[in-house]
């Protein structure tokens, strides 16, 4: 790295009338370099399993329904909490898999995020939450894939899997759709 730092030093050299309205002060800009510094980066192990979100860090995982009632034809949130330290803000969703009697629609996030290191691992912590929409298309009681979640753990030098474990929900028939009178 190298910077720019202006240096004012007095100077000796310069007449008294120079001096007097100069203040006897003369700046330079000196460059300034540090040492280079080498860093080398481990690859992760390889094979990567399939659900890994490429989080380098520890982690944990809650998930919850929003929507107090869920309906057959109308949208229900399920929102999906990780917290932990590490690189969280360049992780990625965990899927949601779509099944015969539910769709999955795109999914927001929302980060609330620090610089900090703890515990010898730099980056964030904090929590990312992601909020999937979805949409039941009949009503009855139906489970869901359980959501997983894999990362890389530096502490243990090893991958280390996140579950919800199977999602139950139960939808409710969907409301009759009102005719307009005339």
């Avoid at 080398?40 to 919850?64: H, K, M, N, S």
């Avoid at 290191?117 to 298309?137: A, C, E, H, I, R």
């Amino acid at each position: 790295v190298t910077i720019k730092c202006p240096i004012i030093e007095l100077d000796p050299s310069l007449d008294p009338q120079t001096a007097y309205f100069n203040n006897r002060l003369r700046q330079q800009v000196v460059n300034c370099t540090s040492a280079p510094l080498t860093v080398e980066v481990a690859p992760l192990p390889r094979p990567q399993p399939a659900d890994f979100i490429g989080l380098v860090g520890t982690a944990t995982l809650r998930g919850a329904w929003t929507t107090s009632e869920i309906r057959a034809g109308e949208p229900a949130h399920y929102q999906l909490t990780i917290s932990g330290h590490g690189n969280l803000n360049l992780m990625l969703p965990p899927r949601m898999h779509e099944t015969d009697s539910l769709e999955v629609y795109d999914t927001a996030t929302q980060e609330d995020l620090q610089i900090s290191q703890p515990q010898n691992l730099s980056g964030y912590s904090g929590s990312v939450t992601y909020d999937y929409t979805l949409l039941p298309k009949h009503a009855g009681a139906q489970t869901m894939p359980p959501l997983t979640a894999s990362f890389f753990n530096p502490l243990t030098q090893r991958y280390e899997q996140l579950t919800t474990g199977p999602i139950s929900l139960h939808v409710l028939p969907a409301l009759p759709a009102s005719t307009p009178q005339s």
